[in-house]
């Protein structure tokens, strides 16, 4: 992966301790065309797994029911947010009102010709497009990106030359994945429209400022506390 400028406190932090997947891993500095990406669940899993946000562990969501079994590699973009901006641009696009954000990373689909047995791991990915998806009032992106360097699917640079197929089995597992027989779901999952490129990168864009507005903080605030007012490393 390129490699991106670190402040020597936080490389010395990165040795020690595991980087929490959703702030501590940065997301490449050739964002959005190419972005660094987290895999929390594979085509094999028969159980969702997501990020645990407060300890950046994989944690079980629910076990997969029935035919739902997500067609491609399934994570986030780290160091993203879906909140005020990317609801703004969900409104604009769509000409909704009342659009929040889901209050979750940015979601992500990357698509591969390799078998990648098992998530928490990261991945350089190309965007290539996105479902412009809505569950109840709630803006719930999904990117759609391939693996770069795929010998199949990396030379892509636009949803549009993606096989059809892909695209439809992803739509219908975002459309059915939370429904489930015999159970009345109140908040509809409907995807608005399928975009391509240019438009993924401003969804990302605007989750990167979402992020930076509401955790923009964090490294700047525990850098302080972990230099002490001096400038130097201080430990209680």
């Not at 300890?55 to 973009?77: A, E, H, T």
């Not at 998806?133 to 990396?154: H, P, Q, R, S, T």
């Not at 509401?214 to 700047?220: K, P, S, Y």
Request: glycine share 8%; proline share 5%.
């Amino acid at each position: 992966m390129d490699s991106v400028k670190v402040d020597p406190l936080w490389k010395m932090m990165g040795l020690l301790f595991k980087p929490h997947p959703w702030h501590g891993i940065h997301i490449g500095k050739n964002s959005p065309q190419v972005v660094t990406s987290f895999v929390e669940i594979v085509p094999t899993d028969t159980i969702k797994y997501e990020i645990d946000k407060a300890s950046g562990y994989l944690k079980v969501d629910r076990p997969q029911r029935y035919s739902n079994i997500c067609p491609s590699l399934y994570g986030l973009i780290p160091q993203t947010y879906c909140a005020e901006r990317v609801a703004d641009l969900c409104e604009q696009e769509t000409g909704r009102q009342g659009i929040v954000g889901d209050g979750d990373p940015l979601d992500i689909c990357i698509i591969t010709e390799k078998t990648i047995s098992h998530g928490n791991i990261i991945l350089e990915v190309i965007p290539i497009g996105g479902f412009r998806m809505i569950d109840g009032n709630e803006a719930d992106d999904k990117i759609i990106a391939v693996l770069k360097g795929d010998n199949v699917y990396g030379n892509l640079t636009d949803i549009k030359q993606c096989p059809a197929a892909i695209i439809d089995r992803l739509k219908h597992y975002f459309l059915t994945y939370k429904e489930l027989p015999g159970e009345y779901r109140k908040a509809k999952v409907e995807i608005d429209h399928v975009y391509g490129r240019e438009a993924a990168f401003e969804v990302i864009k605007k989750s990167q400022e979402d992020y930076n507005a509401h955790f923009g903080a964090i490294e700047e605030m525990l850098t302080q506390q972990l230099r002490g007012t001096d400038g130097n490393f201080t430990a209680e």
